[in-house]
């Protein structure tokens, strides 16, 4: 940062009256700043890592998230303008977070890793099953997805750049999907419900509310750790951003020069990743119908059919994130809109198992690609987990409780009724 700091300087040859005049360090991390130019001066741009403990950093200049980088936001006062780049990145998010060539392949390429997270998840909840009880069933996919987010994440730098379609089929589409958050409210909901059948009675308060907590504790606790496990695991690559980032450092530092920047892949490669994309679609697509046809299981046609619709509806409501510094609009809506859909669907499966209405074997079969397939990759934990760990100590507690209450009592309002009848 010295380092920046006396290139500003001899650029400007010290004559400037708005320059950079002094800037000092101490042993605990204090950075001063004389002039309040330099705050303009980018810890992000300059790639230096800034070791940060806990809610504010060391630096002057607010507040920061719970990432690994602190970066020093412009006096407000300041009348110089902000620069173009820190313009751009407020503006209303654009409906489409990508080129048009790029849209057309990650289309293609969230459909073959929603089919993926789906079948994923559908065949994993048969872990969780001892002796015809079914315990927790999404818990192991809970864990991979996060697991693999985390890994994912800490190779953004390279991936999102140069390669974003393989960036969103594994972040948006595959742990996307694998994970789901309308089926742990589900699970929670359930509990609360639970009523004797000769009394009509809650079977026991207590252990309901154990058995509640006990599951949100855990549906919390357990990505997060596996979210950080992946992230963990990355920094052993030597692609990953915290090594590109130290290279980067090293670069300037002992050799003296400037890191060559990453430059975007060329357009034909773009091309080639959307060709690939689409040729991949056709040919799992033919064989995920063939094979469901072959073994008459149309509930798994029907999960994935319906996978790739919540997930390309997920990816187009992710632009929302940006509308609030504090809450992630979009992935909120996702998440509250499939747990509301997925309570409705259980509804309709528990009248026809008490006999109140007669579901046909092709209804049976939609039923359950609305309720694993458009719900559960409609709904995501990897991104929730995600969004916990990067937003502000006070935006997380809002944040998660806001969509569990939601959530919770809107499935009360849903299942409620028909549970206690």
């Known amino acids: ?37 330099a705050a303009h001066v980018s810890i992000e741009e300059a790639d230096v890592e800034v070791d940060v403990v806990g809610e504010r950093s060391q630096w002057p200049y607010g507040p920061r998230t719970h990432g690994s980088f602190a970066q020093i936001q412009p006096d407000k006062d300041l009348d110089t303008p902000l620069p173009d780049k820190e313009k751009e990145s407020w503006r209303w998010p654009c409906p489409w977070p990508a080129t048009p060539l790029e849209s057309v392949g990650i289309l293609f390429a969230l459909a073959i890793a929603a089919y993926a997270g789906a079948l994923v998840r559908v065949y994993t909840k048969k872990l969780n099953q001892w002796d015809g009880w079914t315990y927790f069933p999404s818990f192991y996919s809970e864990v991979i997805g996060t697991m693999i ?88 690559s030597p692609w990953s951003d915290k090594r590109l980032v130290e290279m980067e450092a090293r670069l300037r530092v002992v050799k003296g020069r400037e890191p060559p920047e990453l430059q975007p892949i060329a357009q034909k490669w773009i091309v080639l990743e959307v060709v690939i994309s689409i040729v991949a679609w056709v040919i799992i697509t033919f064989l995920i119908v063939f094979l469901t046809a072959y073994y008459k299981r149309y509930d798994l046609l029907m999960t994935c059919l319906f996978g790739w619709v919540g997930c390309y509806i997920r990816w187009l409501l992710s632009p929302l994130n940006r509308t609030f510094k504090h809450f992630r609009l979009g992935t909120f809506i996702a998440n509250v809109a499939g747990t509301y859909i997925l309570g409705g669907v259980r509804v309709a499966q528990e009248l026809d198992s008490r006999g109140d209405i007669d579901i046909t074997p092709l209804t049976e079969d939609v039923f359950a690609g609305i309720g694993d397939g458009l ?29 569990i209450l939601f959530s919770q009592v809107g499935l009360i309002a849903i299942r409620g009724p028909f549970q206690w009848s």
């Open 149 to 236: 987010m985390g890994f994912t994440i800490e190779h953004k730098k390279l991936l999102e750049q140069n390669h974003k379609i393989v960036y969103q089929a594994i972040t948006t589409g595959f742990c996307g999907s694998v994970t789901t958050f309308s089926s742990w409210m589900n699970e929670m909901v359930v509990l609360l419900l639970q009523i004797d059948t000769e009394t009509l009675q809650p079977v026991d308060n207590v252990t309901q509310w154990v058995g509640w907590f006990t599951i949100l504790i855990i549906a919390l606790g357990m990505p997060a750790a596996a979210l950080e496990f992946g992230r963990h695991l990355a920094r052993m």
């Open 375 to 403: 719900c559960g990759c409609l709904t995501t934990v990897s991104s929730f987990a995600l969004e916990l760990y990067t937003l502000s100590l006070g935006g997380t507690y809002i944040y998660g409780t806001v969509s």
């Open 1 to 37: 940062f010295i380092c920046i700091c006396d290139q500003a300087m001899a650029e400007d040859n010290v004559d400037k009256p708005n320059s950079i005049q002094q800037a000092s360090g101490s042993g605990d991390g204090n950075i001063e700043l004389s002039n309040s130019a």
